[in-house]
């Protein structure tokens, strides 16, 4: 079927000059940590988003991942929406469904549905909670936890990395995130047909709310990420890679030194588009405030200091319509 974009959702093909490929086993393995952080510091201070290979994730449990995320995101849409996320209050897991989520609510509907959990809890609070999983897909529960694990462990790494990039103390950022808010999501993409605008696409423009992010994707391909210029640029799957990018946390940690990068999804490959985004923040009640390293002292003023769960709440209120009704903390 011919399809017709509209001129604003155009980008250009990417080379890796704008989105770097970093090799990051010297950071894993510790045999040069510090040249590998000054790598991504200065890709966060000209790109915001760059790939990372040599990540030590196996492709096996990945597959598994994709695979049991499919079978999922197949189920009638009767089963996904038990495990509506409305049903989650503050905990804010499960599943949303197409439109439940508008990232530019202004602009642009998202045509996406996704599945959010993070560590599995009893005790209920902001962003923290039982995971509500599909009894019919199995083995979901035991390899998408499993995943989670895997990817703040990963996430951590990098975090040090940045702190080293900013001239702190690897550990720098651990005193804030001994119990972080992490959001593991399996986001479905079905492909978009005729004419498109920005008033529906995959998913609005946008940064993201939290530290950092650590997206998987399959090779259809479709996001694309704004570079320092405001041309957007095309962010192709490249084999056995992560994409990471920094949030708005690292923007106002590092007094803009770091930006949080605006990126958007259009899926026009003609099939359905999956990826794994892992995402982290900080503890809900974690201040934020830029580090001594990034003070300036003509920039006073810039940035008040904020908390990162009510951050992150604001953001959500601003995305979702049913967090309206919720009170946050009740």
């Known amino acids: 079927m011919t399809q017709v974009i509209e001129e604003c959702l155009s980008s250009k093909s990417t080379s890796f000059s704008e989105i770097p490929v970093v090799d990051i086993g010297p950071l894993l393995d510790g045999s040069d940590a510090q040249s590998v952080a000054a790598e991504i510091g200065n890709i966060c201070e000209n790109v915001g988003f760059l790939y990372i ?4 994730v196996s492709s096996s449990l990945i597959e598994e991942v994709y695979r049991l995320s499919r079978k999922f995101f197949e189920l009638p849409f009767e089963a996904k929406n038990q495990l509506n996320i409305v049903n989650s209050g503050q905990t804010l897991r499960g599943y949303i469904p197409m439109y439940g989520e508008n990232v530019d609510p202004q602009n642009t509907k998202d045509f996406k549905e996704c599945f959010d959990y993070g560590r599995h809890e009893e005790q209920v609070s902001p962003f923290f909670g ?7 897909v199995q083995e979901f ?4 936890e499993a995943y989670h694990d895997v990817m703040l462990g990963l996430a951590r790494k990098l975090i040090s990395a940045i702190a080293l990039s900013l001239g702190l103390p690897a550990d720098y950022f651990e005193k804030l995130q001994k119990k972080p808010i992490t959001i593991q999501r399996l986001l479905h993409y079905p ?3 005729g004419t498109i605008t920005r008033k529906e696409i995959g998913i609005g423009a946008h940064t993201d709310y939290g530290f950092l992010t650590i997206l998987s994707q399959d090779a259809n391909g479709g996001l694309q990420v704004q570079n320092r ?15 990471v990018n920094i949030g708005d946390l690292v923007q106002t940690f590092t007094n803009d030194r770091y930006i949080s990068t605006m990126h958007r999804v259009i899926n026009t490959s003609g099939v359905d588009r999956y990826s794994v985004p892992f995402f982290i923040d900080l503890d809900f009640d974690a201040v934020v405030e830029v580090v001594p390293t990034c003070f300036d002292p003509a920039k006073i003023g ?3 200091p904020y908390t990162s769960g009510q951050h992150k709440y604001k953001r959500f209120v601003d995305s979702y319509t ?6 946050i903390g009740g």
Do not use: C, R
Not at 53 to 56: A, C, E, I, M, T
Not at 130 to 136: G, H, I, K, R
Not at 141 to 144: A, G, L, S
Not at 322 to 327: A, I, K, R
């Open 229 to 243: 210029n405001g041309e957007w640029v095309s962010a192709p799957p490249v084999a056995d890679t992560f994409i």
């Open 302 to 304: 810039k940035y008040q």
């Open 191 to 193: 492909p978009q047909f």
């Open 130 to 136: 039982p995971n509500l999983m599909p009894e019919e």
């Open 53 to 56: 290979k040599n990540h030590g």
């Open 322 to 327: 049913h967090l309206q009704d919720v009170v």
């Open 141 to 144: 529960k035991q390899v998408m």
